[in-house]
């Protein structure tokens, strides 16, 4: 069965396939999720819930008809969900029911795959049983990083570039002699002022209009209530906020989710020292494991962390809906071409 989803909580039956509080899988999490459907849905668009069986819930988005990936720019993974107790063969069965869900339409596009997630493989199998064909694409590049246990800041600063190792300790000193530094984790006045914070660093930075401009501070207030924000402001020697960044944090894991500096406080480097400070306290109090850089292979991203992996890409299509019948002919014509080239190399 299927169903569709105004703005809003998931229903209560989804929890059995929702990760918990303390999973390192925050992306499949209620406060993921719900805070996304409340206040980041594109206009027009339609949350579809994908149930197949017991055994797996597919979080879609319906948009001009066709179905996708129940994600946004703010994802930086996505996945089906399988229930806890969910073997390879329900997950094949699973499969093949959402290739039943899926039938007679245009090509349906997932996004946001780590190739590994567990039970993705036993899924696809039943799709393909269920007569779709099924091709993948590079998505988008994630770098991170596993903490070396015992090693501590001295330990991770140790391995960055000797650049970022002496912006840090040269600027943070001198950063920190006439501004400060400002830590929010918890609902109260202080998240309150923090993300009013981070709103105006926002607005004064580099970066373009947010597209869904009540999203952050509904995730920010979200993952506070489960103990899982780590917001942090860097405050310039006048009192006014530089430089803002937040992270979620669970199952060791820490993701940086958005960053920002003020454009005009640029050649102090508040981004590099507040990131800096920010890894600091994550390895030291917060005991975290590894370290997660989310979307896209920004230049800056490679100097903290040292591991880079593929998010990737599905397109499933149906030969007996006319657009699944055209991917593939392209996808073989690609193919073609691609055999050619080697060929001719």
């Not at 696809?124 to 596993?146: K, P």
């Not at 880079?308 to 071409?337: F, T, V």
Request: aromatic share 8%; hydrophobic share 45%; charged share 20%.
């Amino acid at each position: 069965m299927s169903c569709k989803v105004e703005g809003g909580p998931l229903p209560a039956w989804c929890e059995p396939h929702l990760a918990p509080p303390d999973a390192p899988d925050f992306f499949a999490s209620r406060a993921w999720y719900d805070t996304l459907l409340a206040h980041a849905l594109p206009p027009g668009a339609e949350p579809w819930l994908a149930r197949c069986g017991e055994a797996l819930l597919v979080p879609l988005l319906r948009q001009g008809g066709r179905l996708g990936a129940l994600v946004t720019p703010y994802s930086l993974e996505w996945r089906p969900l399988p229930a806890r107790h969910a073997s390879p063969a329900m997950l094949r069965a699973a499969g093949r029911e959402l290739a039943r869900l899926l039938a007679r339409r245009a090509p349906t596009r997932l996004e946001a795959l780590d190739a590994e997630t567990p039970g993705l493989e036993d899924t696809l199998e039943g799709l393909r049983e269920g007569g779709f064909a099924i091709s993948r694409y590079r998505h988008f590049g994630n770098w991170h990083e596993a903490l070396t246990p015992g090693a501590g800041w001295p330990g991770y600063l140790a391995v960055r570039p000797s650049a970022l190792r002496a912006t840090i300790l040269r600027r943070t000193a001198a950063m920190l002699r006439h501004g400060h530094l400002s830590r929010h984790d918890a609902p109260g006045p202080g998240l309150e002022r923090g993300i009013l914070a981070y709103a105006e660093v926002r607005g004064r930075s580099w970066k373009p209009l947010e597209p869904f401009p009540d999203f952050d501070a509904a995730l920010l207030r979200a993952t506070a209530a489960i103990g899982a924000l780590r917001l942090g402001v860097l405050w310039g020697p006048d009192g006014q906020p530089i430089a803002a960044q937040y992270w979620v944090l669970t199952g060791g894991r820490a993701m940086l989710l958005k960053l920002a500096h003020v454009r005009d406080a640029k050649a102090a480097s508040p981004g590099t020292v507040l990131t800096g400070l920010m890894i600091r306290h994550l390895i030291e109090v917060d005991g975290a494991t590894a370290l997660d850089f989310g979307r896209g292979d920004d230049a800056y991203k490679q100097l903290w962390c040292g591991r880079r992996r593929q998010r990737i890409g599905l397109i499933l299509s149906d030969p007996w809906h006319p657009a699944g019948l055209l991917q593939m002919a392209r996808e073989a014509a690609q193919r073609g071409r691609d055999l050619l080239l080697r060929r001719a190399a």
